[in-house]
């Protein structure tokens, strides 16, 4: 168990739908990141939140927002949904914000757009 | 451009083989290297990492991976693979000049034959 918390595990949702992927980081950990899996893309990192703040920016699309509340869970958005938004969510964690301190990663979010 | 390589989508070995996982990293300078598993359904987890000091770095699992600067190489080993093994295994980099970034490769699923 990596201490990583999120939910839902499965999403079926219609495209130009709205959804927020929800995820809770290990216990001491600041820094959250989110990426997204899929099969022809690989493992895409979307977004890095730490303590709070916007640390780093990947392939995330404009219709993608996310946050990092004060309590230090955060949340993924995602609107306007398209069929090619189908993917696994991740969401990880880790004590410092650089990409050297080890991320302990949750077990996803399975997200299916109709 | 930075980027890691993993040549192999899939690989195969017998219970029991002996296993060799590629990685290859393009930039010039020494990054920091990272090997991660994905079981399946599960999130990633670090397997081990190599920062610096002795180019032969032992993991969990009885993994070990060996960094090699002539061939911009860090390859993923193990004497003998058990059916656990299987899973999906990322090789991961962070540039020095990449904001601590992690770049990762495109994973490669191993397969155990019983």
């Known amino acids: 168990d990596s201490g990583v918390t999120q939910t839902p595990k499965h999403l079926i949702t219609a495209t130009g739908q709205r959804v927020t992927l929800r995820c809770s980081p290990r216990?001491?950990?600041?820094?959250v990141y989110w990426y997204q899996q899929s099969l022809d893309q690989g493992l895409q990192f979307l977004i890095q939140y730490y303590n709070g703040e916007e640390r780093a920016k990947g392939n995330i699309l404009e219709r993608f927002s996310a946050q990092q509340f004060p309590d230090l869970h955060s949340e993924l958005n995602l609107s306007s949904l398209e069929l090619g938004d189908s993917a696994l969510y991740f969401c990880?964690?880790?004590?410092?914000?650089?990409?050297?301190?080890?991320?302990?990663f949750g077990n996803g979010t399975r997200l299916t757009v109709t | 451009a930075q980027s890691v390589t993993q040549p192999d989508i899939h690989i195969t070995v017998s219970e029991g083989a002996s296993l060799e996982l590629r990685c290859n990293y393009s930039y010039g300078a020494t990054p920091y290297l990272f090997w991660y598993v994905q079981s399946p359904g599960q999130g990633l987890q670090l397997l081990l990492k190599?920062?610096?000091?002795d180019t032969l770095v032992q993991g969990i699992k009885g993994f070990e991976a060996e960094f090699k600067r002539s061939q911009s190489s860090f390859n993923l080993r193990k004497p003998s693979v058990h059916w656990s093994d299987a899973a999906e295994y990322f090789c991961a980099v962070i540039y020095m000049d990449s904001n601590y970034q992690l770049i990762w490769g495109a994973g490669t699923k191993l397969i155990i034959k019983p």
């Open positions: 190599y920062f610096s000091g």
């Open positions: 216990s001491g950990d600041l820094s």
């Open positions: 990880a964690s880790s004590e410092r914000d650089r990409g050297t301190s080890p991320l302990h």
